[in-house]
């Protein structure tokens, strides 16, 4: 890191985290839109768990905030940088230092670490205190699109970018380690606002997989708001009674839609409504 710092300084190296970024959000955001949204459309159409797209306008406010989240996610990565040269984190090269075991060790700690913060501070700003200064340009898309992945307001942003400060300070920390964690993440966060469920109907019957969340999940805190807080998995939302009381029912209902069923969309109160033929 050292000697990439010293060739290209902190300006070229944000541009480089920045490109970085912008490329990650085109190939998994752009790719899941282009797979799932176009080219797959007609064929997946029953999968659409509001049984509408949003509108134009509101995939373009997510493109907006996503690029103005990347300036934010590019600072973090300097501040890191920063701290990494200056000695005042645990984030190493060599894979040696602390064997393949630690490492991928470190992979799980950081994505399960990650999953409490996010859950936490994700609770937080849906304080009435916090809400409108914090989430609720991520919560203006209802209905949201891939591309909505990353679009958050500015000081979100920056909550969203400490789990790598934070995490580099706690334990040791391999670059590839981080690697996996931001491919893992990705894609989650991707999947998560992909609006179309593509797991099987059994998932959340098996003790196997059901500790894991769904699109539906996420989907529905984009509609209701006030309920299914969780990232990857659904340990805090089990174990803090936040997830929807309608969770299992609706993810079910979708996931077991064929091309000849009928969309249903649950409103606030739990009952079902048609909403496309």
Not at 28 to 50: N, P, R, T, Y
Not at 53 to 63: A, F
Not at 75 to 100: M, R
Not at 197 to 226: A, D, G, I, Q
């Amino acid at each position: 890191m050292e000697e990439l710092l010293s060739k290209v300084g902190y300006t070229g190296f944000f541009g480089i985290v920045w490109g970085t970024l912008f490329i990650r959000y085109v190939l998994f955001a752009g790719g899941a839109f282009l797979i799932v949204w176009v080219f797959l459309s007609k064929k997946l159409s029953h999968k659409l768990i509001q049984g509408k797209k949003p509108e134009s306008e509101r995939i373009w406010h997510e493109v907006k905030y996503s690029l103005i989240t990347f300036f934010i996610f590019a600072l973090s990565g300097i501040f890191t940088a920063w701290s990494q040269v200056n000695g005042y984190n645990f984030i190493y090269e060599k894979v040696s230092d602390y064997g393949i075991a630690y490492l991928i060790f470190s992979i799980f700690a950081l994505i399960f670490l990650h999953d409490t913060y996010f859950y936490w501070t994700h609770r937080m700003m849906h304080h009435k205190l916090l809400f409108k200064s914090f989430h609720l340009v991520h919560h203006k898309s209802t209905n949201p699109s891939p591309w909505a992945a990353f679009s958050f307001h500015p000081l979100e942003a920056i909550v969203e970018a400490g789990i790598i400060p934070l995490a580099s300070v706690l334990f040791p920390l391999h670059q590839g380690a981080m690697l996996v964690f931001f491919v893992y993440m990705t894609s989650l966060n991707v999947l998560g606002h992909l609006s179309y469920e593509l797991f099987p109907s059994w998932f959340l019957r098996s003790k196997f997989t059901n500790w894991h969340n769904t699109t539906t999940h996420h989907n529905m805190h984009h509609k209701y708001f006030n309920c299914n807080y969780s990232l990857y998995f659904n340990f805090w939302d089990k174990v803090m009674g936040t997830n929807h009381e309608k969770y299992k029912e609706t993810f079910e209902e979708v996931a077991s839609r064929t091309p000849n069923s009928k969309d249903v969309s649950y409103q606030k109160d739990g009952t079902k409504e048609t909403v496309a033929a």
